[in-house]
């Protein structure tokens, strides 16, 4: 019953010479530099102890990679500003203001519970905000944080399905103002990289600096009240009263959404959604089974049935959420994948589903040949939830992909285009097409961090809000 769940500047390939304009659109956050990733220098926090463990990657694109190691090694970048003088051992670049004291819930190491600490909060910089929390689902891939199933850097910040009130903007940002209400994109999208233009904002190449825990340009603006800096997941860090952000990460909403709802779309509902409708491709008549009926198959149920789904089995072994996945569309039932082999095939008439969609918890390699079995001839398996990526073997025989045709396919934020979904999906919700309300089960202050992710893993919630006073 449990649910789950990657970007940094891109630059643009060129087969000739890089000229100085290229880094001006390493992306559109900024013009920061990155550090050369063949002479990684170890970092220093603000106390002055080295940081050996983050060091940020260069996008794939060589063009750009030498263009970036050139300014390195000189030791400037390409707007006149000194290559490292605003890393974590400089003295902070607060452009003539005060950090900001706030709480955040912090992972100091895998495997330890979440801890709310006061932080101190630097000044947006080039291309950056500070927003105002308003609320944060409680997504699942923060638990794969947590647990070290998703690797990450430590400590961190966690939170990265958020929205809230802009309060300050740092320079060069444009389009946003104090008092947008926004939205963050799980996947921040650069529009220049060849995914972005390609319409694949959830592939851009800024995904390569996700889980690097620093934020674009390789510095912090979260600390600790030691002075160690925090990273913050995806770079954004939704699980503090404030946080400061790439612009690329947000998309302003207009402020009659309420954002205890809108926060859902940054991640689950968008992935969950496109998952169905953009990754699976339902197609009205389709019959379709969604595994695993958390924030993310509550979804993408309700993406299959406005799709034209014909049928839609859910799965989940949570009596409750299989009652909520019939309020959201689900027309059949089931406990288990061994229960809902022979209902799926009886329904069908021995065909079965057309599209198999996988949101469960944590994925385990050993059930993909019984998923798999699920698909019709010529069927398509999406899988969106998480493995642990410490898991290498998988069970599941090939030849059915050639002999039927079978597809077997993957999906980040649903494949979805968060500038157009987001907009897009809150209209559904607003004209009633799109139940959030629903998905909503509990709601929890940040200090209960801790309480709500524990009633996540029991199975009493599809999603939990954490609310800001």
């Not at 801790?450 to 009633?455: F, L, Q, S, T």
Request: aromatic share 6%.
């Amino acid at each position: 019953g449990r649910v789950g769940q990657d970007p940094g500047q891109v630059g643009r390939q060129r087969a000739g010479p890089v000229g100085s304009d290229d880094v001006e659109h390493v992306a559109d956050c900024s013009d920061r530099v990155y550090r050369d990733a063949g002479a990684p220098a170890r970092r220093r926090s603000r106390t002055g102890r080295p940081h050996a463990r983050r060091v940020s990657r260069l996008p794939e694109h060589p063009a750009v990679w030498q263009h970036l190691a050139d300014v390195a090694s000189a030791g400037g970048s390409g707007n006149g500003r000194a290559a490292g003088n605003e890393g974590a051992g400089a003295v902070p670049h607060h452009m003539g203001r005060d950090t900001v004291q706030t709480e955040a819930a912090i992972c100091w190491n895998a495997g330890e519970p979440w801890s709310v600490e006061t932080i101190e909060l630097d000044p947006p910089k080039e291309g950056e905000v500070l927003v105002r929390m308003v609320a944060s689902g409680m997504c699942h891939s923060d638990e794969h944080l947590r647990t070290g199933d998703l690797a990450g850097m430590y400590p961190v910040i966690g939170g990265h399905e958020g929205a809230g009130i802009v309060e300050e903007v740092g320079p060069g940002v444009e389009g946003l103002a104090p008092g947008d209400h926004v939205v963050f994109g799980f996947v921040a999208a650069c529009g220049r990289c060849p995914s972005c233009v390609r319409g694949h904002s959830s592939l851009c190449d800024v995904g390569g600096l996700l889980m690097m825990g620093a934020q674009a340009d390789g510095t912090y603006r979260h600390h600790s009240s030691s002075g160690q800096d925090l990273g913050t997941l995806v770079c954004l860090g939704t699980f503090a009263r404030h946080t400061v952000v790439n612009q690329a990460s947000c998309v302003k909403v207009f402020d009659h959404y309420p954002l205890d709802k809108a926060c859902l779309v940054g991640c689950g509902v968008t992935t969950g959604w496109g998952s169905a409708v953009y990754a699976a491709e339902v197609k009205p008549g389709d019959d379709v089974v969604v595994i695993g009926i958390g924030g993310l198959g509550a979804a993408a149920v309700q993406g299959a049935r406005l799709a034209g789904a014909e049928r839609i089995f859910a799965i989940d072994p949570v009596p409750y959420k299989l009652e909520m996945a019939t309020k959201f569309g689900a027309t059949h039932t089931a406990s288990s994948i061994g229960e809902a082999m022979p209902l799926v095939n009886e329904v069908t008439w021995g065909k079965n589903a057309d599209k198999v969609i996988c949101t469960m918890g944590v994925g385990e390699g050993g059930l993909m040949e019984q998923i798999m079995q699920l698909a019709a001839k010529g069927g398509r398996v999406v899988v969106t939830n998480i493995h642990p990526m410490s898991e290498t073997e998988v069970t599941i025989s090939l030849t059915w992909l050639t002999l039927l045709q079978k597809q077997l396919v993957g999906t980040i934020f649903g494949s979805a285009n968060f500038r157009y979904d987001i907009p897009h999906l809150l209209r559904l919700y607003e004209q009633g097409q799109l139940d959030l309300d629903s998905m909503v089960t509990n709601t929890y202050s940040l200090d209960q961090v801790n309480e709500g992710y524990a009633d996540m893993l029991a199975g009493k919630n599809i999603r939990g809000v954490i609310l800001f006073d």
